[in-house]
């Protein structure tokens, strides 16, 4: 069956390959243990649950939901902003639910990008940055995110002609997949860069509850003059252990959230109202313990691979944010996929090549913190053991 052109233009998405690599081992009876995939181990919080239980028994979260999102997400998102980053929201105009951040980030390359535009992404980055701006036919350019700069791009390498023709700029910090936090000063230069240049600056706030020695993510919003050029898409898939339930806010702009609600009413029909009601219940002050307690967990597993790897001569950072350590790849393998290769073949331990994340990337590799400590400790003493 012949895709499209804008389809075949994209290279299968990662994720996609590696599970279907992983079900083949561990159907020949391979005992693999998964550090690739982002994906929570542990469960959604036990309130969050008995509050979804609620809203699905409650009769007015049956019907179709309204792309706008229920007033109950919004105001919890407007309050839960105010208490956590001093930032003002308007929950009519300035909150809008996504059913997650990555459907909000593809949908906002539809709603900004025609052919020829250009979308400034962090390289590496996740995927949708590069894979979302090919699949509306318009062009990714890759700020890379230098070890010695903090992984924070350098704005003024950006090529003139190519900021000319830029519409959107997708930022993330606390950084996949580089466990980076934001370099001081970068939001204040991308807020200047993009109101010259008429940029929707885009941050993807993924991770900001997710962070350790005591580190507060700031959100990009905070940044003076963030709201008139940008937004923030808030998801609490990480933070609150609710991938499965896509379940995010795009907060900011309220014209850039206007025109996302105008195309979003033309594809999906937004998200399920009982899951928006889980999402307002996850993000009260209540709820906090629940996320330190998390941290305090990925803290402990994040020390225990660091410390592995640092024992075994590895180099790495230790992150201060995020589910994942960025580690460099030993020397004597070619790329970072032969590395990835290597170790799935030999140890049966799967981690992430950092040129899957765009070419910068290279010569690094990714490990999730999202298994039990006994699984990670096995997993890193294989690759030591290699
Ligand atoms: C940086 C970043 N943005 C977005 C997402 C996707 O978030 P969601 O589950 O809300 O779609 C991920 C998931 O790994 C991520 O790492």
Redesign the pocket.
């Known amino acids: 069956m012949r895709s499209s052109r804008r389809l075949e233009r994209i290279p299968p998405y990662l994720f996609a390959e590696l599970e279907r690599k992983i079900a083949a081992r561990r159907a020949a009876g391979v005992d693999v243990i998964s550090l690739g995939?982002?994906?929570p181990d542990m469960p959604t919080f036990e309130p969050i649950v008995a509050a979804a239980q609620r809203a699905v028994a409650n009769p007015s979260t049956h019907s179709y939901p309204t792309n706008r999102g229920r007033r109950e997400f919004r105001e919890a998102v407007a309050a839960f902003y105010a208490r956590r980053f001093g930032v003002e929201l308007d929950p009519e105009t300035e909150v809008m639910p996504?059913?997650?951040?990555?459907?909000?980030?593809f949908n906002l390359n539809l709603a900004f990008l025609d052919p020829g535009d250009v979308a400034l992404a962090a390289d590496p980055?996740?995927p949708?940055y590069t894979g979302g701006p090919l699949l509306v036919g318009a062009e990714p350019v890759l700020m890379p995110l230098e070890p010695d700069r903090g992984f924070a791009p350098d704005l003024a390498a950006i090529p003139r002609e190519a900021l000319e023709r830029t519409r959107l700029l997708y930022l993330?910090y606390p950084?996949?997949?580089t466990g980076a936090i934001v370099a001081d000063g970068l939001f204040e230069r991308v807020v200047e860069l993009a109101a010259e240049h008429e940029i929707l600056a885009v941050h993807?706030n993924?991770?900001s509850e997710t962070t350790f020695d005591g580190y507060v993510a700031p959100s990009f919003l905070q940044t003076p003059g963030a709201k008139d050029v940008g937004v923030e898409?808030f998801?609490?898939?990480?933070g609150y252990n609710?991938?499965g339930w896509?379940?995010?806010a795009i907060v900011g702009n309220a014209g850039a959230i206007a025109q996302y609600w105008r195309l979003k009413s033309n594809i999906d029909s937004g998200l399920f109202e009982a899951v928006q009601l889980a999402g307002a219940a996850a993000l009260g002050p209540e709820l906090d313990v629940h996320v330190k307690g998390m941290n305090e967990i990925y803290q402990r597993r994040r020390d225990l691979v660091c410390d592995a790897l640092v024992q075994a001569g590895v180099e790495v950072r230790r992150p201060k944010g995020?589910i994942y350590v960025w580690a460099p790849v030993p020397a004597g393998f070619e790329s970072a996929a032969a590395y990835c290769e290597h170790v799935l073949e030999e140890a049966a331990v799967v981690v992430s090549p950092g040129d899957a994340y765009g070419p910068s990337g290279a010569g690094f590799f990714r490990i999730s913190l999202t298994a039990p400590d006994d699984r990670l400790l096995e997993a890193v003493e294989r690759l030591r053991s290699l």
């Not at 996504?98 to 980030?105: T, V």
């Not at 998801?235 to 990480?238: D, E």
């Open positions: 995939i982002g994906d996504a059913i997650g951040a990555k459907e909000c980030i980055g996740y949708v993330n950084n996949n997949p993807d993924a991770y898409v998801s609490l898939s990480k609710m991938t896509r379940c995010a995020t």
